[in-house]
């Protein structure tokens, strides 16, 4: 599996040999550092964590710090596990940087969404509202009824309603990496990723690689 921690810049495009125009998202990927190995034996899943951002030192907590400082890794501000197949192909403080991606390569990226606040259904869920005639007045944009009357004489869980819309996790699949720079750590990635500018986003290959999406054509 191969994956890195990134910042996401901002969107621009950029143009292919064929002189067509295509967007993409700027993420600043690694470099990296292997900061722990998780193995079958010892922990029952076979992992790495890899560590993105260098920090100061003052701003790490002690056990976080004194974690970092066991496999010589500088003090980095974020740190997420990847699965990977065989952890012995991986030493503690090695660096990884965007050379593990190939130009074609398909990737999955997650990250959290920009936050909406409290938003009502025609935002947060698409409804269409209610009628725009026959006298009324205050329905446009309300959700109209959520359920019926003493059967079951409640409201189901999941009914889509109004409330917090954005900041939670998203991943969005089978993005094509259009541009590799391993020199300036920089990945262009065909399409939108969540998140706003600078937030922390993960790009791992595809699970689904045999799929498309509309993120391809």
């Not at 190995?37 to 003052?58: C, H, L, M, S, V």
């Not at 009628?131 to 329905?139: A, C, I, L, V, Y």
Request: charged share 25%; with cysteine; glycine share 14%.
């Amino acid at each position: 599996m191969k994956g890195i921690l990134g910042k996401k810049v901002g969107m621009t495009q950029i143009f292919d040999e064929n002189g067509e125009v295509i967007p993409v998202t700027v993420v600043e990927a690694g470099p990296c550092y292997v900061t722990q190995k998780k193995t079958e034996e010892r922990d029952g899943y076979n992992a790495i964590q890899i560590g993105f951002g260098e920090t100061p030192e003052r701003s790490l907590n002690k056990p976080k710090a004194g974690h970092l400082k066991k496999s010589d890794a500088p003090p980095l501000r974020h740190l997420r596990e990847f699965r990977v197949a065989d952890p012995a192909e991986y030493e503690e403080g090695q660096k990884i940087d965007a050379s593990v991606f190939e130009v074609g390569d398909l990737v999955d990226v997650t990250g959290i969404s920009k936050g909406k606040g409290f938003a009502g259904v025609v935002k947060r869920h698409g409804f269409r509202g209610g009628p725009k005639t026959h006298g009324q007045s205050d329905r446009w944009r309300a959700p109209g009824s959520v359920g019926a009357g003493s059967t079951p004489g409640r409201v189901f869980k999941g009914t889509r309603m109004p409330g917090q819309m954005g900041n939670e996790q998203v991943t969005v699949l089978n993005l094509r990496v259009v541009l590799v720079d391993a020199d300036k750590n920089v990945l262009a990635i065909k399409g939108a990723v969540p998140g706003s500018k600078n937030g922390l986003v993960i790009v791992r290959e595809a699970a689904k690689a045999g799929g498309s999406t509309g993120s391809e054509s």
